[in-house]
T-cell receptor, first 113, second 117 residues
């Protein structure tokens, strides 16, 4: 059974803190993604990676960075958390070939106070 | 840039009846993929069904089927014999083929489906 796991279901941080969200997949997928989900806005792509140490900006990369040191692990970093980064964060992975189906983790609900 | 529009923020249907969720998209490409994802209250996003644009035949997965109208850029999801477990947020998503092996999905804003017992 394919699996994408995220380090935390819920996280509460203070403004200005550095925040790490971790994602691990066990499907040997080449591609990994971070999305942000907000009510009424759907999911928006923050960053993605198609290989170890490779990264590409998505639609809303400002205020975020990512790290992919190993194929199975993709981290989202908030260098200095702000209240407008309070949101649900979803990680996903996919093969580097059609049909490009993405498999999602359970999400991390981050609250920045 | 591609956009995906789900015009129904919320839909309600009686158990055992049929419901159709609408999705339209805007693209200038000819090759792409379309997906419907389900997100129940547990938050786990699950793929319901996918459609390759080059295929004329509409995809079907058990009680779930799509009506893919390429010229109209429409991709609706029909759920037959609705069950309580179908209650969830449903997201329509688009994926370009020209992006090569790595590209994100473009999502609609979602439709909240309520199943009335």
């Amino acid at each position: 059974d394919v699996k994408v796991t995220q380090s935390s279901r819920y996280l509460v941080k203070r403004t200005g803190e550095k925040v790490f969200l971790e994602c691990v997949q066990d499907m040997d997928h080449e591609n990994m993604f971070w999305y942000r989900q907000d009510p009424g806005l759907g999911l928006r792509l923050i960053y993605f990676s198609y290989d170890v140490k490779m990264k590409e900006k998505g639609d809303i990369p400002e205020g975020y960075s990512v790290s992919r040191e190993k194929k199975e692990r993709f981290s989202l970093i908030l260098e200095s958390a702000s209240t407008n980064q309070t949101s649900m964060y979803l990680c996903a992975s996919s093969r580097h070939a059609p049909p490009f189906e993405q498999f999602f983790g359970p999400g991390t609900r981050l609250t920045v106070l | 840039a591609q956009t995906v529009t789900q015009s129904q923020p919320e839909m309600s249907v009686q158990e055992a009846e049929t419901v159709t969720l609408s999705c339209t998209y805007d693209t200038s490409e000819s090759d792409y993929y379309l997906f419907w994802y389900k997100q129940p209250p547990s938050r786990q996003m699950i793929l319901v069904i996918r459609q390759e644009a080059y295929k004329q035949q509409n995809a079907t997965e058990n009680r779930f089927s799509v009506n893919f109208q390429k010229a109209a850029k429409s991709f609706s999801l029909k759920i037959s014999d609705s069950q309580l477990g179908d209650a969830a947020m449903y997201f329509c998503a688009y994926r370009s083929y020209s992006g090569g092996g790595a590209d994100g999905l473009t999502f609609g804003k979602g439709t909240h489906l309520i199943i009335q017992p």
